[in-house]
């Protein structure tokens, strides 16, 4: 997804003899968009096509899911931080808003990975809220760290492990591909120098999976599937993640929000500037502490807080971090604000007087914007702080009383 890199033992061309110890290893080309677009090639010590037996299941909150009938268009404060849930990476996981195109959701783990899990339906961004861990895939191990974010391709047979089995994370789960935006790549795919970030600053997985029975258990191996708002679940007679080594462009790949380049300029930019990743339908963006807009000559001077817009084909999502947020009040670290098309929306009162002459902001957040109106799952409306489209108004009043 990053660029070509290759991890362990392959053969001098593609699809040719490839032995190891006098054994014939398997290929498996992973391959997008049909066979016209990126791919990578692995090379199995066992056939990852010796399923036993294939049955379905359900995890409530995660899959199948639906959207709550009739939502009432208006802002939305989704408090993450009361979300009550126990499992791993994948029984811990469940999806608050959603659309054709993509699923939010949380994860709090506070179990040890039991499951391997791959996701059938497009690629998965994780963003680490709380600390680190590795992710264990067919591709290798990847370690990864606080507020990382975490690419997992679509298809991609994985466990996610926290450090310590507990760990905090927003997921973005899309129905496409999630890539770099194609502004910040170059004509030979190279990450163009004007470009918030560099191919330095992704990291890959450093060494590949070795079975262990102690970690790995004696099969069978169930791998958990999702396709179609549906899982199956996969049973291997023999340990399948194990390859031999693997060369191409899909891979998983960690990026540190805090190595994002943020852009400032004199006069305030469209968040949009903050753009990172993006897919068919949305696109991710990070919010990191910065200088902010600086423009000040015969007394007119910047305003750094966001103005009120209107962006009227989109709805987005502010996952808050760490930090002030400068035009936001009564939201917490692990927050969650909508903001939908069809309903303008800006600071709060007081937030948009009290930026003018800042020089720096701390904030730190996640936004989504999509194309396609969001819809919260019951897990959302459980967890919602249902006055906040309100809270403009009432802090006028309050304001306005304050200065009686
Ligand atoms: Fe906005």
Redesign the pocket.
């Known amino acids: 997804m990053i660029h070509y890199m290759k991890l362990g033992s392959v053969p001098p061309k593609h699809h040719v003899t490839h032995y190891e110890d006098g054994k014939l290893l398997m290929e498996q080309c992973m391959t997008r968009i049909g066979f016209d677009s990126t791919y990578s090639i692995l090379y199995y010590r066992t056939p990852p096509t010796d399923e036993c037996a294939v049955r379905s299941m359900e995890l409530p909150g995660f899959c199948p899911i639906a959207p709550v009938k009739d939502q009432p268009l208006h802002r939305r404060h989704i408090r993450t931080q009361d979300l009550k849930v126990d499992g791993d990476f994948l029984t811990a996981r469940r999806t608050l808003l959603m659309n054709d195109d993509i699923r939010v959701g949380i994860a709090k783990v506070n179990q040890p990975a039991n499951h391997w899990f791959s996701n059938g339906e497009g690629d998965e961004c994780w963003f680490a809220y709380d600390g680190g861990g590795t992710l264990e895939s067919v591709y290798g191990l990847l370690p990864f760290k606080k507020h990382d974010y975490v690419i997992i391709p679509k298809g991609t047979p994985y466990r996610l492990h926290p450090e310590g089995c507990k760990g905090v994370f927003l997921t973005f789960e899309s129905d496409s591909h999630i890539d770099l935006p194609k502004q910040f790549r170059n004509e030979s795919g190279q990450i163009t120098m004007d470009a918030p970030y560099c191919h330095r600053d992704f990291r890959v997985p450093q060494e590949l999976v070795r079975f262990d029975k102690s970690r790995h258990g004696s099969g069978p191996y169930p791998l958990i599937v999702k396709l179609g708002n549906e899982l199956t679940v996969h049973e291997f007679q023999h340990f399948p993640w194990e390859v031999a080594g693997w060369d191409g462009t899909v891979y998983p790949v960690a990026f540190n929000i805090h190595d994002y380049q943020p852009r400032t300029a004199s006069i305030h930019l469209p968040?949009t500037i903050h753009i990172t990743f993006a897919g068919r339908g949305f696109v991710i963006c990070s919010f990191v502490p910065r200088k902010v807009d600086y423009f000040d000559r015969d007394g007119v001077k910047a305003i750094p807080c966001?103005y009120g817009?209107a962006?009227v084909d989109c709805d987005?999502i502010l996952y808050y971090v760490e930090g002030n947020f400068t035009s936001r009040k009564g939201i917490e670290s692990q927050s969650i604000s909508l903001?939908p098309m069809g309903v303008p929306?800006g600071p709060h009162p007081g937030t948009y007087e009290k930026s003018i002459g800042k020089d720096r902001t701390s904030e730190l957040a996640v936004m989504c914007d999509t194309f396609k109106p969001l819809r919260l799952t019951s897990a959302a409306c459980a967890i919602e702080d249902k006055d906040y489209h309100y809270t403009w108004v009432k802090r006028e009043n309050e304001a306005m009383e304050t200065s009686k």
């Open positions: 968040p966001p817009h962006s987005e903001h929306h």
